[in-house]
Nanobody, 121 residues
Framework: QVQLVESGGGSVQAGGSLRLSCAAS????????LAWFRQAPGKEREGVAA???????MYADSMKGRFTISRDNAKNTLYLQMNSLKPEDTAMYYC???????????????WGQGTQVTVSS
């Protein structure tokens, strides 16, 4: 079954941290590229970070140094460690799997349902 399930979202004060997880079915996890996206109310979905099967990563400029994407191949799980959170990081966060090395939504074919992150000032 094609499946991506996010968890770990919640409410946190500015400056705090959260770790998001995304459990993937084996079929999905075998996709060459995994990524995190986010979408705030009234805004377009934007790429956060992506990771290749060999561990290579890329980040959106605004997330560099604060967010870290990683994967545990033994658990078929993708992670996003978020530090120094800001109110503007408030959004629904989605994990995705795809076959094009880009931080654009069209590059990813499989999507989870999302997990909400709310950062208060």
């Amino acid at each position: 079954q094609v499946q991506l399930v996010e968890s770990g979202g919640g409410s946190v004060q500015a400056g705090g941290s959260l770790r998001l997880s995304c459990a993937a079915s084996a079929y999905i996890y075998s996709a060459p590229y995994l990524a995190w996206f986010r979408q705030a109310p009234g805004k377009e979905r934007e790429g956060v970070a992506a990771i290749k099967s060999d561990g290579s990563t890329m980040y959106a400029d605004s997330m560099k140094g604060r967010f870290t994407i990683s994967r545990d191949n033994a658990k078929n799980t993708l992670y996003l460690q978020m530090n120094s959170l800001k109110p503007e990081d408030t959004a629904m966060y989605y994990c995705a799997a795809g076959h094009i090395w880009l931080l654009s939504s069209y590059a990813y074919s499989y999507w989870g349902q999302g997990t909400q992150v709310t950062v208060s000032s």
